[in-house]
Each structure stands twice: as C-alpha cells, then as structure tokens.
C-alpha cells in the first residue's frame, strides 16, 4: 500500500489547490468559511487526504492531483479575468479544461497587452513568483510614438513619482528594428521591471508625455516565448522548466 502523507496545514492544502493565497484562506477560516470534517476550521488545522473540507459549502478535496504548469502566447483583446460582464475573451477561454483542479495566472496583462504569460495549478507557486520578494525580471517590447529624450530615458530609469508611489525601470535599450515598419514616428525599446503593478509601463512612458502604441512581454525570468507558439497558443512547460520556476520562486525542486 502507497504510504500516507502526512498532515499539512489546512491553508497550505487550499492554497496549492489553487483557491487563494494562505493569507486569504487564513482569512476564510477565522470568518468561520471553511469546515473539515463538519465541524467548523479554525487556524492551526492539519488535515489528510481522508479529511472532508468544505468552502463556503462546497466539497474540496485535499488529495492533490499532479499540478500542470503552460506558458500561454496571449493575443491582444483579451482579459485576465475569469469572466467579464462585457462578454470580453479570456485568456481562460483557451486553457485546456481542468477536473477538479483550476488554473491560476502568474500575473496578469492589459487587455491591450500582448505576450507571455504562465499558468499553473499549483497556488504555492503563482504566489510565490508573483510576490515582490522574488525579484523576478518581467521585460517588454514597447512602441512609443515620437523621438525619446535622453532626459526622458534617464528619468524612468532613476524613477517617477506618481499618484501611488515611485515607479522606474531596471533597464532601458532601443532597439533600432522593430516587428514592425512604420515609418520614424515609431520607436521601440525594451524595457525591464522587477514588478508587474498595474499598468506600470504604460503609465511611466505617459509620465514623460509619450504614447505607447504596442506593448508585447516577452520575458518572464528566464523564460522567453517559443518560436513555435504563436499568439493564441500554448505549450506544457517540461519538468526541467518546472523546476526553473521552482528556482525562482525560492522552492525546493522536489
């Protein structure tokens, strides 16, 4: 017989299992959300594989299925979002259909933003690569509209003030050919960021009066876009990508 596995907290279980991160679980148990076994969770629970859990009255299991993990070519007009009362695509539209098990996004893109984005099952993970902690570089290929200062380069990479605090960039280079022709009123660059807030790339080029007309990332980490994925697409990360990801998250591989 396969030997058990051992008891592990209630909201480390949940959050692996794609639910929420430990903090917001940790949250739903003290709102009295979450019951095992019948009875009414509260923090410093352990549970099983045997153990029933229940969320707002709805079975969960705590068995774990092995978690997938793709990298996804986003297209532009679509939205981060599971729904949208807009009736917008998702990037979930997509996605192969998961059994018992939901697929999380590894940060998020403006509906106008192209390019790669990671999906995995695995909750423990996403967090972990999306927290600020981890220092993960997040780089774009951006099309700003107009000649770009020197000055203007210089002032997003030491940071602007803005309404919600200091932005800048970790890097900036032009790139001199573009993916597209369009004449000298375009101009791309690359640009790297150590976070992913909201809108931040957009926002920094506004900053210092510039338009962007394309937005497209094309790394994550150390993770880049396959050739062989085009936008639309996706493709299963390999156990030797996994455990990349595991790296920089600061997990262990196992």
């Given at each position: 017989m396969p030997e058990e596995r051992p008891s592990e907290k209630l909201q480390k279980v949940l959050a692996a299992r794609g639910l929420g991160s430990r903090r917001e679980i940790e949250r739903w148990i003290s709102d009295g959300r979450i019951r095992v076994n019948g009875k009414v969770a509260t923090l410093g629970d352990r549970v099983t594989e045997k153990d029933r859990i229940q969320v707002d009255g709805r079975n969960v299991s705590a068995k774990q299925n092995a978690h997938r993990y793709i990298l996804y070519n986003k297209p532009e007009g679509e939205i981060c979002s599971r729904d949208d009362p807009e009736g917008r695509r998702t990037v979930f539209d997509k996605l192969p259909k998961l059994r018992n098990q939901r697929w999380i996004s590894v940060g998020r893109l403006d509906y106008n933003t192209s390019g790669l984005l990671l999906f995995t099952t695995?909750?423990?993970?996403?967090?972990?690569?999306?927290?600020?902690s981890s220092n993960i570089e997040r780089e774009y290929a951006v099309r700003v509209l107009g000649d770009v200062s020197e000055d203007a380069l210089d002032r997003m990479r030491e940071g602007v003030l803005l309404e919600d605090g200091i932005y800048r960039f970790a890097d900036i280079q032009q790139h001199p050919h573009g993916?597209?022709?369009?004449?000298?009123?375009?101009?791309?660059?690359?640009?790297?960021?150590?976070?992913?807030?909201?809108r931040e790339v957009r926002r920094l080029w506004?900053?210092?009066?510039?338009?962007?007309?394309?937005?497209?990332?094309?790394?994550?980490?150390?993770?880049?876009?396959?050739?062989?994925?085009?936008?639309?697409?996706?493709v299963d990360l390999k156990t030797k990508d996994v455990k990349e990801l595991r790296r920089m998250a600061g997990l262990e591989s196992a």
């Open positions: 695995d909750g423990e993970l996403a967090n972990r690569l999306m927290h600020p993916e597209d022709s369009q004449g000298s009123a375009n101009q791309w660059y690359y640009v790297v960021l150590m976070e992913g807030k909201n506004e900053s210092q009066g510039y338009t962007v007309s394309r937005l497209k990332r094309v790394r994550f980490g150390s993770f880049f876009i396959p050739s062989s994925v085009k936008a639309g697409r996706f």
